[in-house]
T-cell receptor, first 115, second 115 residues
Framework: AQSVTQLDSQVPVFEEAPVELRCNYS??????LFWYVQYPNQGLQLLLK??????LVKGINGFEAEFNKSQTSFHLRKPSVHISDTAEYFC?????????????FGTGTRLQVTL | DADVTQTPRNRITKTGKRIMLECSQT?????MYWYRQDPGLGLRLIYY???????NKGEISDGYSVSRQAQAKFSLSLESAIPNQTALYFC??????????????FGPGTRLTVT
């Protein structure tokens, strides 16, 4: 069975500072990896995804993530955050079984950006 | 107009009452999902449906039932609501015909409070 661990429940950061949100996963087969963002009082929006190929993937709003198979990690980064990035971020994994579409989510990391 | 809609957006009900949450989509996707979100627990899968005749239990289906009335509609019922079912509920869809069955699109959520 697959699982996802987001070790940081909250990450406070000042505006224009860099940020990294950590995600580790566990699976016995190949996986697809995702980051979703949830702005206050809204549903989830796909930020970026790793399917195959380049291990560095770029998403919306200047975010990027790097897939590291040996460390089973998929950390999310942004070099300079903005107040509007304040949201909850969820890492998710789906096993590559051909018809896979079930997602397993981490517990979320709340990013709080302040001036 | 939103592609995935949920009604109601907010609901307060009493213990023991039957309640139905509805999800509709205009994306033409075959697959639909119901999740619940609890603080510190992320999103957990309740039920999912790969088409109108295929309904499957997720990791936390006890106390819930679903109905897939049509390709576009997927309802979640709580037969006898209890306070620990207080949560934010999300509906999602995905489209295996696109080759991206793993990419899920979320509705805005229903906040349910059971008193």
């Amino acid at each position: 069975a697959q699982s996802v661990t987001q070790l940081d429940s909250q990450v406070p950061v000042f505006e224009e500072a860099p940020v990294e949100l950590r995600c580790n996963y566990s699976s016995s087969v190949s996986v697809y990896l995702f980051w979703y963002v949830q702005y206050p009082n809204q549903g989830l929006q796909l930020l970026l995804k790793y399917l195959s190929g380049s291990t560095l993937v770029k998403g919306i709003n200047g975010f990027e993530a790097e897939f590291n198979k040996s460390q089973t990690s998929f950390h999310l980064r942004k070099p300079s955050v903005h107040i509007s990035d304040t949201a909850e971020y969820f890492c998710a994994v789906s096993e590559d079984t051909g018809t896979a579409s079930k997602l397993t989510f981490g517990t979320g990391t709340r990013l709080q950006v302040t001036l | 107009d939103a592609d995935v809609t949920q009604t109601p957006r907010n609901r307060i009900t009493k213990t023991g009452k039957r309640i139905m949450l509805e999800c509709s989509q205009t994306k033409g996707h075959d697959r639909m999902y119901w999740y619940r979100q609890d603080p510190g627990l992320g999103l957990r899968l309740i039920y999912y449906s790969f088409d109108v005749k295929d309904i499957n239990k997720g990791e936390i289906s006890d106390g819930y039932s679903v109905s897939r009335q049509a390709q576009a509609k997927f309802s979640l019922s709580l037969e006898s609501a209890i306070p620990n079912q207080t949560a934010l509920y999300f509906c999602a869809t995905s489209d295996p015909a696109s080759g991206r069955a793993y990419e899920q699109y979320f509705g805005p959520g229903t906040r349910l409070t059971v008193t």
